[in-house]
């Protein structure tokens, strides 16, 4: 398949065409982005009718639109029947996708979708890598109002622990940052605290931002949300976001899902404000989106608005997100969990 070969090695899918041929394959994969091997303009027709199979490496199994077109969300299927979901979110000054690392997760966070599934597979940095040519590929076919008609922004938030499938992310990283000539700065992953990989990369040389999924501010009550707490305690957590900022001089953003009588009172947020005042970290807060598969209930809005008013007083940089896509089942691993468990029936919408 074109995306998951390397973008150095394509000439393998050229047989005795020109060299030059290798260079305008790469152009179309990485920077010019079609749907359909057919629009390669350039190449020979029997050359795109013959690399039109070998696109994508995935089939998409169901497209979503919402927000008027500006979120739109992808569940892709690879041919072993590995699940990859991406959702692009437009706005006015930037175009961020939102993508899958793994096929499932292993970490087993309870008000997680897609830790409830468990694990099925890594994902290959290629796709990693396509699921981001797709979508530039699909804005330039159906473009999005007001926003960026390309991927701006990249966040590893999808399905999967991008950190427990490190060189495969850093070889995607390598891909969007080198050959699709994307900012670094414009690239986040987030991790729930895979200690070791957070100081590999913050030993790179990208200034790619980190998010840190803590959710809890001790441990006791952290190890009941998040099981790899259990290996990697806060304090480590902490160190290793210490490190982050001290090698990038970039903030990293602590992730905070609020989650009704579990982590929405004030000694929590007082306990994040301390935490995050320390790092000089901003802190995200989302209020939980309910998963079918879980007890976690979001936070009543009096209490949501407490716990910011809390944090602000503390002196902390607090954003409360607004939750995009929930009409098409935006968060973490809920299209899957919706199409497996059969809960309701989606018809493909094609954009
Ligand atoms: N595994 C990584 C990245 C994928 S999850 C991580 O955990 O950081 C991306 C973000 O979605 C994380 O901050 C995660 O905690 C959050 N998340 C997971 N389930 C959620 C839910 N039901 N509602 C709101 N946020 C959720
Ligand atoms: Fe995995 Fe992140 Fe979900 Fe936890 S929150 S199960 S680490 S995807």
Request: hydrophobic share 40%; net charge negative; charged share 25%.
């Amino acid at each position: 398949m074109l995306y998951t070969t390397p973008p150095e090695e394509l000439g393998s899918f050229l047989g005795d065409e020109p060299r030059y041929r290798a260079d305008q394959l790469r152009q179309w994969l990485y920077q010019d982005f079609v749907l359909d091997a057919a629009e390669m303009t350039n190449l020979p027709k029997p050359l795109r009718h013959e690399l039109s199979t070998k696109l994508w490496p995935f089939a998409v199994e169901v497209s979503q639109e919402g927000d008027k077109g500006r979120t739109r969300k992808w569940l892709f299927r690879a041919p072993d029947g590995a699940s990859i979901e991406s959702v692009l979110m437009g706005y006015n000054d930037r175009t961020t996708l939102c993508i899958s690392s793994q096929a499932g997760c292993a970490m087993g966070c309870t008000f997680c979708a897609t830790g409830q599934f468990g694990f099925e597979r890594h994902l290959s940095a290629g796709e990693m890598v396509a699921q981001v040519a797709y979508a530039n590929a699909h804005l330039k076919a159906h473009p999005m109002d007001r926003s960026p008609q390309r991927v701006t922004n990249v966040v590893f938030m999808g399905m999967g622990e991008p950190l427990a499938n490190y060189t495969r992310v850093e070889e995607a990283l390598r891909r969007m940052i080198d050959v699709v000539d994307m900012s670094a700065r414009s690239v986040t992953v987030s991790t729930v605290g895979v200690v070791p990989g957070m100081r590999r990369l913050a030993a790179t040389s990208w200034q790619i931002g980190l998010a840190v999924s803590l959710h809890a501010a001790d441990d006791e009550l952290r190890s009941t949300l998040v099981p790899l707490n259990n290996r990697y305690p806060l304090a480590d957590v902490i160190d290793a976001c210490r490190e982050y900022y001290d090698h990038k001089g970039r903030r990293v953003t602590i992730e905070w899902a609020l989650m009704k009588d579990t982590n929405d009172s004030e000694e929590q947020a007082m306990k994040l404000a301390a935490i995050a005042n320390d790092l000089r970290a901003h802190i995200n807060v989302i209020n939980l989106n309910p998963t079918p598969l879980t007890d976690e209930q979001p936070a009543d809005r009096p209490t949501l608005e407490a716990f910011m008013v809390t944090l602000e007083a503390e002196g902390a940089n607090a954003t409360l997100r607004a939750t995009r896509g929930q009409d098409i089942d935006g968060a973490c691993g809920q299209l899957r969990s919706r199409v497996t468990e059969q809960l309701i029936t989606i018809e493909p919408n094609p954009a």
